[in-house]
């Protein structure tokens, strides 16, 4: 059965860093776009960052260009969030998600999601 496990987040304070991860199993995600959305508490799921397979392209939402890097790690079937200078607007659970084509995961309609893991910047 086709997973995807997230892992990295925690509580940190404004202006520092973490790098969320997330790992593939139970399945081959070969040739899938893959990605992060976010939902903070009382707001709608939003989207974050995504890779293709190919690593040709990669999307990013505008509150988070310049601060996230998202990169993907074929050999260990993951792909990496770096988060640099947190603020308080990013705190949120994010979860990772996988599909044929970035389209659907910046629309919210990945075909594969994790189970999430929260984020909490303090100010």
């Known amino acids: 059965q086709a997973r995807l496990t997230e892992s990295g987040g925690g509580v940190v304070q404004a202006g520092e860093s973490l790098t969320l991860s997330c790992v593939t199993s139970?399945?081959?995600?070969?040739?899938?776009?893959m990605g992060w959305s976010r939902q903070a508490p009382g707001k709608e799921r939003e989207f974050v960052a995504a890779?293709?397979?190919?690593?040709?392209?990669?999307y990013y939402a505008d509150s988070v260009k310049g601060r996230f890097t998202i990169s993907r790690d074929k050999p260990n079937n993951a792909i990496h969030l770096q988060m640099n200078d947190l603020k308080p607007d990013d705190t949120a659970v994010y979860y990772c998600?996988?599909?044929?084509?970035?389209?659907?995961?910046?629309?919210?309609?990945?075909?594969?999601w994790g189970q999430g893991t929260q984020v909490t910047v303090s100010p």
């Open positions: 139970g399945a081959s995600f070969s040739g899938y776009a």
């Open positions: 998600s996988a599909d044929g084509v970035p389209a659907a995961i910046m629309r919210g309609q990945s075909r594969f």
């Open positions: 890779i293709r397979w190919t690593e040709s392209s990669v």
